[in-house]
């Protein structure tokens, strides 16, 4: 094998005369004496050049001069046109002779020539001239497309059907090397008899040493008798393959499964490949817990993997030159997985209760194989019915489910639980049972009930009632103690605090003391702000009071959350209704009958009032005494609340009487107070 041959292009000017041009010589050959060492420089072997050398031996010394004659014959033995007795003086020894450019075997005569005698051409000798400059024809050749590294490589050429150049064929010349357009011979078209690799009477096959891993190029030349090759040369790819083929394991489960694998080895391999080529060809191979291994032509094997346990699977594959990762090769052992199966569910019980937390519900979850997953969850329903399981918010930690049951959203009555675990395979198992194997019931409430009494005043609520007669105000007191039997409702003027207060109890009455109570403020639609929560805790008896600041209408409630012990409580809903301000004034308070108007001026006032933008409406009202309250005009404030009329008194008729006026402002969608009036005012006229 020849790798990076340089081709070296020798260009010799062929002389295309017939007739070599005569250089005069000194004689020194003497009569009769025939010229001896005819030759040709080089040798007679084909030239592929049709230019030669030809020379001979010195002849013996003579007085005379002497001078040598010479011609060429043609292949087929007459003389060439141009050669008639061509001539050269001794002592030179030597001529070159262009033959004409058509191959075949030429031949050079020469002999002494003595003009001044009878006779006067010696003894002839010649010599051949063999010329050939006509290249072969292409040749063919063929190797294996792949090999194993380190593999010899068999080629094989087979030479072309077509005529054979007049020198014939010496051989072939083969090579291998990386480059697709290379040549086996470092020139161009010509060969040294060191390139032949493959003499024409060796036969027509060769073994060559393999290349470096990859794809390389097998060419391949004809060389004739002249040393010319063939064209163009013959080149086929030839892959090197040293490597195994890679495997990959599909279907091969993440942790554990629930039931038998079904996995498959795929190979893949990106040199000679692992397309099924029958007995012997590219294998993929599957091997479970150490069994006769399962083999399939190609490039993908698969099995079934079935039984609880722990299963070791390996495998590997064979390419197409029998590169295998089956550990006959150091570095390519067989890949191996571990495949584990759990068939089996979950051991699930509910674990014991705990009495200072009694909505905590918990169970244990266990698992021999796989080991319990942190999943599941644990449901409900109501005792007896046997409805659908309704969900609980579930802490799952592997071993353990924690969920909270909120008691005090579910009615009164037994609960039926369930738990369901689940191990790292994915099995499941349900249970309703607990640590000493019987259902798990709980009725509620669960926890210690409390009780929550709520309304108007402290530890007692003092009513005032006030009636008039016989034109004179009567009032009664009345102290009333039990928050149930207290009012709902309550009326402030402007500006009035408001107390509530309560008491925290279980259901046998006894206090809850330290206990958290949110009293929470709804105002009506247009306070300043819609909430108000306040938060108070219990003292010694359960009781709590808390004084409201001023404020709009509203809606009070009093809540209890609850904890883990005590169930939650909700006070009864108590309502406020507060009167704005209102204040009115005249500019006068005697009038002339169809004189100067007076002027009503007046404003709506709270400290936690919002008016709209667009005012409020004001109705102005009069009476006389002891008569209904009448209204005369409609105002509308400003956005501060303010407001004024002017009113001209044009009736005759009061001149002399005492008249009673005050504003009145109703209730409206967007004003957060209830409805209220100015203290009155009079007028006479």
Same mark, same amino acid.
């Given at each position: 094998?020849?790798?990076?041959?340089?081709?070296?292009? +020798?260009?010799?000017?062929?002389?295309?005369?017939?007739?070599?041009?005569?250089?005069?010589?000194?004689?020194?050959?003497?009569?009769?004496?025939?010229?001896?060492?005819?030759?040709?420089?080089?040798?007679?072997?084909?030239?592929?050049?049709?230019?030669?050398?030809?020379?001979?031996?010195?002849?013996? @010394?003579?007085?005379?001069?002497?001078?040598?004659? &010479?011609?060429?014959?043609?292949?087929?033995?007459?003389?060439?046109?141009?050669?008639?007795?061509?001539?050269?003086?001794?002592?030179?020894?030597?001529?070159?002779?262009?033959?004409?450019?058509?191959?075949?075997?030429?031949?050079?005569?020469?002999?002494?020539?003595?003009?001044?005698?009878?006779?006067?051409?010696?003894?002839?000798?010649?010599?051949?001239?063999?010329?050939?400059?006509?290249?072969?024809?292409?040749?063919?050749?063929?190797?294996?497309?792949?090999?194993?590294?380190?593999?010899?490589?068999?080629?094989?050429?087979?030479?072309?059907?077509?005529?054979?150049?007049?020198?014939?064929?010496?051989?072939?010349?083969?090579?291998?090397?990386?480059?697709?357009?290379?040549?086996?011979?470092?020139?161009?078209? %010509?060969?040294?008899?060191?390139?032949?690799?493959?003499?024409?009477?060796?036969?027509?096959?060769?073994?060559?040493?393999?290349? @470096?891993?990859?794809?390389?190029?097998?060419?391949?030349?004809?060389?004739?008798?002249?040393?010319?090759? %063939?064209?163009?040369?013959?080149?086929?790819?030839?892959?090197?393959?040293?490597?195994?083929?890679?495997?990959?394991?599909?279907?091969?489960?993440?942790?554990?499964?629930?039931?038998?694998?079904?996995?498959?080895?795929?190979?893949?391999? @990106?040199?000679?490949?692992?397309?099924?080529?029958?007995?012997?060809?590219?294998?993929?191979?599957?091997?479970?817990?150490?069994?006769?291994?399962?083999?399939?032509?190609?490039?993908?094997?698969?099995?079934?993997?079935?039984?609880?346990?722990?299963?070791?699977?390996? &495998?590997?594959?064979?390419?197409?030159?029998?590169?295998?990762?089956?550990?006959?090769?150091?570095?390519?052992?067989?890949?191996?997985?571990?495949?584990?199966?759990?068939?089996?569910?979950?051991?699930?019980?509910?674990?014991?209760?705990?009495?200072?937390?009694?909505?905590?519900?918990?169970?244990?979850?266990?698992?021999?194989?796989?080991?319990?997953?942190?999943?599941?969850?644990?449901?409900?329903?109501?005792?007896?019915?046997?409805?659908?399981?309704?969900?609980?918010?579930?802490?799952?930690?592997?071993?353990?489910?924690?969920?909270?049951?909120?008691?005090?959203?579910?009615?009164?009555?037994?609960?039926?639980?369930?738990?369901?675990?689940?191990?790292?395979?994915?099995?499941?198992?349900?249970?309703?049972?607990?640590?000493?194997?019987?259902?798990?019931?709980?009725?509620?409430?669960?926890?210690?009930?409390?009780?929550?009494?709520?309304?108007?005043?402290?530890?007692?609520?003092?009513?005032?009632?006030?009636?008039?007669?016989?034109?004179?105000?009567?009032?009664?007191?009345?102290?009333?103690?039990?928050?149930?039997?207290?009012?709902?409702?309550?009326?402030?003027?402007?500006?009035?605090?408001?107390?509530?207060?309560?008491?925290?109890?279980?259901?046998?009455?006894?206090?809850?003391?330290?206990?958290?109570?949110?009293?929470?403020?709804?105002?009506?639609?247009?306070?300043?702000?819609?909430?108000?929560?306040?938060?108070?805790?219990?003292?010694?008896?359960?009781?709590?009071?808390?004084?409201?600041?001023?404020?709009?209408?509203?809606?009070?409630?009093?809540?209890?959350?609850?904890?883990?012990?005590?169930?939650?409580?909700?006070?009864?809903?108590?309502?406020?209704?507060?009167?704005?301000?209102?204040?009115?004034?005249?500019?006068?308070?005697?009038?002339?009958?169809?004189?100067?108007?007076?002027?009503?001026?007046?404003?709506?006032?709270?400290?936690?009032?919002?008016?709209?933008?667009?005012?409020?409406? +004001?109705?102005?009202?009069?009476?006389?005494?002891?008569?209904?309250? %009448?209204?005369?005009?409609?105002?509308?404030?400003?956005?501060?609340?303010?407001?004024?009329?002017? &009113?001209?008194?044009?009736?005759?008729?009061?001149?002399?009487?005492?008249?009673?006026?005050?504003?009145?402002?109703?209730?409206?969608?967007?004003?957060?107070?209830?409805?209220?009036?100015?203290? @009155?005012?009079?007028?006479?006229?």
């Amino acid at each position: 094998m020849r790798a990076g041959r340089c081709t070296v292009m +020798v260009a010799l000017a062929a002389a295309t005369a017939l007739l070599a041009a005569a250089i005069p010589v000194t004689a020194g050959a003497s009569d009769g004496t025939t010229l001896t060492g005819l030759r040709v420089f080089g040798g007679d072997i084909w030239h592929a050049e049709n230019q030669f050398w030809v020379e001979w031996d010195p002849n013996p @010394p003579t007085p005379f001069r002497s001078v040598v004659k &010479y011609a060429v014959r043609g292949p087929r033995g007459t003389y060439l046109a141009g050669f008639p007795e061509q001539t050269v003086e001794n002592p030179t020894r030597q001529v070159l002779v262009s033959v004409p450019a058509l191959p075949g075997v030429y031949r050079f005569e020469a002999w002494d020539y003595h003009p001044g005698d009878v006779f006067p051409n010696g003894p002839s000798s010649s010599v051949p001239l063999y010329f050939d400059d006509a290249r072969p024809a292409a040749v063919s050749v063929s190797a294996p497309g792949w090999v194993a590294a380190g593999s010899p490589v068999p080629v094989r050429v087979t030479g072309s059907s077509g005529p054979l150049p007049v020198s014939g064929v010496q051989g072939y010349a083969v090579s291998i090397d990386s480059a697709a357009g290379a040549s086996p011979c470092a020139a161009a078209v %010509s060969c040294t008899p060191a390139e032949i690799d493959l003499p024409a009477a060796g036969g027509d096959a060769v073994t060559l040493p393999a290349p @470096p891993e990859g794809v390389s190029y097998v060419h391949a030349v004809a060389v004739s008798g002249s040393w010319r090759a %063939s064209a163009p040369t013959a080149t086929v790819p030839l892959g090197v393959d040293g490597t195994p083929p890679q495997v990959r394991l599909e279907g091969e489960p993440v942790g554990w499964a629930a039931g038998p694998v079904r996995v498959t080895a795929v190979a893949s391999d @990106p040199l000679s490949g692992m397309a099924p080529a029958g007995p012997g060809g590219p294998t993929t191979a599957i091997e479970i817990d150490g069994g006769p291994p399962l083999l399939a032509p190609g490039a993908s094997a698969g099995a079934m993997v079935a039984g609880e346990g722990t299963h070791r699977v390996g &495998y590997w594959a064979r390419d197409a030159v029998g590169n295998a990762g089956d550990g006959s090769l150091a570095f390519a052992r067989p890949r191996t997985t571990t495949v584990r199966i759990d068939e089996s569910g979950p051991i699930v019980r509910f674990a014991a209760g705990d009495p200072t937390d009694p909505e905590r519900i918990e169970a244990n979850v266990a698992d021999r194989l796989s080991g319990p997953a942190a999943r599941g969850q644990i449901e409900l329903r109501p005792a007896g019915g046997g409805g659908r399981f309704e969900p609980l918010p579930t802490e799952a930690q592997r071993g353990r489910l924690v969920a909270r049951w909120s008691s005090d959203d579910y009615p009164r009555g037994d609960y039926e639980f369930r738990a369901v675990g689940y191990d790292q395979a994915g099995n499941s198992a349900a249970t309703t049972l607990g640590a000493n194997d019987s259902p798990l019931f709980l009725r509620n409430p669960v926890k210690r009930v409390a009780r929550l009494a709520f309304g108007f005043g402290g530890d007692r609520l003092v009513i005032q009632r006030c009636a008039r007669a016989d034109g004179a105000r009567r009032c009664h007191h009345t102290v009333v103690r039990p928050f149930a039997q207290r009012p709902a409702s309550r009326a402030l003027p402007c500006c009035h605090r408001a107390l509530v207060g309560g008491r925290l109890r279980d259901a046998e009455g006894e206090p809850l003391a330290g206990q958290r109570v949110d009293v929470v403020e709804t105002f009506a639609r247009g306070a300043r702000e819609p909430i108000r929560v306040t938060t108070v805790t219990t003292d010694a008896d359960g009781a709590f009071h808390v004084p409201l600041e001023p404020g709009p209408s509203r809606q009070v409630s009093a809540r209890f959350a609850g904890n883990r012990r005590l169930t939650r409580a909700d006070g009864r809903r108590l309502r406020i209704r507060v009167r704005a301000g209102v204040r009115l004034r005249v500019s006068a308070t005697r009038v002339r009958v169809g004189g100067a108007p007076v002027v009503f001026r007046g404003r709506v006032f709270h400290p936690e009032a919002r008016i709209p933008p667009t005012g409020l409406p +004001v109705q102005l009202q009069f009476r006389l005494p002891g008569s209904a309250w %009448s209204e005369f005009r409609t105002l509308q404030t400003d956005s501060a609340g303010r407001f004024a009329y002017p &009113y001209t008194f044009s009736d005759d008729d009061s001149a002399g009487v005492r008249f009673q006026f005050r504003a009145f402002v109703p209730a409206t969608g967007n004003w957060a107070f209830a409805p209220a009036t100015s203290r @009155p005012v009079a007028v006479t006229g």
